[in-house]
T-cell receptor, first 118, second 113 residues
């Protein structure tokens, strides 16, 4: 089946520290991989994505590389800021044909709470 | 531009009362629509998805139902709420073959008391 295993939180860092949030997956077929971020009281926003092996997604200083050999998509940032405090979700999507449409439901990890202190 | 509207933002309802959450999409046609729920301390769970008007699929058995009366309107309902229905409900849409991305609404925080 399809599933995402994500590093348990919470993660607490000082400003300018290096961040890694681990994410591994199992999937049938060829998934696309995503990182979503949820700021307090808000919905989910797409942070970055990668659609095939060895692709690197990047945005706002965050990066993640699609590693098929290790089935991983770890999120990294070299220097975190207080404004990065949020919950981060790793997710995958495997297209599925359903009544004439390609459905791509998302499978989410449990989320990792990141708190950055000044 | 493509946007998704979800309301209300917060809702407190007594046990046994009905529920109706609405989600509308603008700037796209024939999207795939999804309802997700995020329970406290847990990840997101897909509740329903829809590939077209009147076409609803349920991922998990539950006390909720969904309807899609128009192409860009997706409604989550319940006749009688349970305490376990409390959570953060997110509507989302995807377009493309395969899906090029997903856009989420801002969510509704439902507390059943």
């Amino acid at each position: 089946g399809n599933s995402v295993t994500q590093m348990e939180g919470p993660v607490t860092l000082s400003e300018e520290a290096f961040l890694t949030i681990n994410c591994t997956y199992t999937a049938t077929g060829y998934p696309s991989l995503f990182w979503y971020v949820q700021y307090p009281g808000e919905g989910l926003q797409l942070l970055l994505k990668a659609t095939k092996a060895d692709d690197k997604g990047s945005n706002k200083g965050f990066e993640a590389t699609y590693r098929k050999e290790t089935t991983s998509f770890h999120l990294e940032k070299g220097s975190v800021q207080v404004s990065d405090s949020a919950v981060y979700f790793c997710a995958l999507s495997v297209p599925r044909w359903d009544r004439g449409s390609t459905l791509g439901r998302l499978y989410f990890g449990r989320g990792t709470q990141l708190t950055v202190w000044p | 531009s493509q946007t998704i509207h979800q309301w209300p933002a917060t809702l407190v309802q007594p046990v046994g009362s009905p529920l109706s959450l609405e989600c509308t999409v603008e700037g796209t046609s024939n999207p795939n629509l999804y309802w997700y729920r995020q329970a406290a301390g847990r990840g997101l769970q897909l509740l329903f998805y829809s590939v077209g008007i009147g076409q609803i699929s349920s991922e998990v058995p539950q006390n909720l139902s969904a309807s899609r009366p128009q192409d860009r309107q997706f409604i989550l309902s319940s006749k009688k709420l349970l305490l376990s229905d409390s959570g953060f409900y997110l509507c989302a849409w995807s377009v493309g073959n395969p899906p090029l991305g997903y856009t989420f609404g801002s969510g509704t925080r439902l507390t059943v008391v």
